[in-house]
């Protein structure tokens, strides 16, 4: 098992103003293990893509690392930065909005490659046409503009943006969302496609649990900044460890009810990450909430499954926990 990326408690703020900060990201700490297809899920706000940008080295972290197989992205020399600019690729939420309206099909497929300068012009034509052909593009698409192109063949062109460089992961930001639900499961058996042709490691965020679900191999749930629970995405769907997770789930109409139960409605909204809560930052929804959640900060632990919760009632609703360090593995 070769972690190709690991995050250890990292934090983004972003300041306003000379007093105030917005906490986006706080004390994440994961791996990401080559091969596999990690899922992120959360609600609107909870930092996914702030999270996403921070893997990237988009975002400065404000507390812990982001190390790139065992080297610092923040410290790496700049031409090992350069490096990894092409080893690490980001798939945009919006196949509208991510391509330059003025450049050809060809033309933006090819531009990571110019920025990043790699190989002779003639390589770079011939890297963009193999990309191209990777995301099953007809040629004679290669050379139209964003506007010609349907939503669908967009987001190809923007998935072969990501994959010219020859990445080892891709990160790919509710890069669904936007189509429709035909489109979607085209993009998504896809993306299993090449992630099994190019021997690819792929984030994939949403706030779809069904989506993430049907692709992932394991997830990690985010609630205000925070990661709450991670499982194997069977796991995860079958016995959630969280009430967060188990809300999510039992919000979708197409997933059956964890134990045969009623659905749970989450009152309110997502507080803002200006003020989060004190304690457990999902206890003013939580149905389950005690007077110990409002004080007290809830760290992962590892659970049966394998997996990691951070509830501070996970026992009591959940069912025992392994006291085995060496499972704490599982709450990476
Ligand atoms: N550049 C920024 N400056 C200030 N606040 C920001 C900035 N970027 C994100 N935030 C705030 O950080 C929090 C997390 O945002 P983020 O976009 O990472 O969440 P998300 O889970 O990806 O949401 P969505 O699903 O809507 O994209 C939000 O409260 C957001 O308003």
């Not at 990690?220 to 997770?245: C, F, I, N, S, W």
Request: proline residues 7%; hydrophobic residues 40%.
């Amino acid at each position: 098992m070769t972690v190709l990326m690991r995050l250890d408690d990292v934090a983004v703020r972003f300041p306003l103003g000379r007093r105030r900060s917005v906490s986006a990201v706080d004390g994440v700490s994961l791996d990401i293990v080559q091969g596999q297809t990690l899922g992120l899920i959360g609600e609107s706000g909870s930092g996914k893509s702030t999270l996403a940008r921070a893997m990237l080295g988009l975002v400065p972290t404000s507390a812990g690392s982001v190390s790139w197989l065992g080297e610092d992205v923040a410290r790496m020399p700049r031409q090992r930065r350069h490096d990894f600019t092409g080893e690490v690729q980001m798939v945009f939420q919006d196949p509208h909005s991510a391509l330059d309206p003025r450049r050809r099909v060809h033309q933006s497929v090819r531009e990571p490659l110019d920025v990043l300068r790699r190989g002779e012009r003639r390589d770079r034509d011939e890297l963009t046409r193999r990309a191209l052909a990777d995301v099953g593009l007809p040629a004679h698409l290669h050379d139209r503009y964003p506007h010609q192109l349907s939503g669908g063949q967009k987001q190809r062109v923007n998935i072969a943006r990501a994959l010219v460089t020859r990445p080892r992961l891709i990160v790919c930001d509710e890069s669904v969302a936007a189509l429709d639900v035909a489109l979607q499961a085209e993009i998504l058996n896809l993306l299993g496609d090449l992630k099994d042709e190019h021997d690819l490691t792929v984030v994939f965020i949403s706030h779809d649990l069904g989506v993430v679900g049907h692709i992932a191999d394991r997830v990690a749930v985010m609630y205000l900044g925070k990661l709450v629970e991670t499982a194997a995405a069977d796991d995860l769907l079958e016995a959630p460890r969280h009430p967060y997770t188990e809300a999510l789930l039992s919000a979708r109409p197409d997933v059956h009810q964890p134990g045969g139960g009623d659905r749970i409605v989450l009152r309110g909204d997502v507080p803002s990450p200006l003020a989060p809560p004190s304690g457990c930052r999902f206890h003013p929804r939580c149905l389950h909430a005690s007077a110990a959640c409002a004080r007290d900060l809830p760290v992962l632990v590892p659970v049966e499954s394998g997996g990691a919760s951070a509830c501070l009632r996970v026992a009591d609703l959940y069912g025992p926990v392994p006291a085995d360090p060496r499972a704490m593995r599982g709450a990476r």
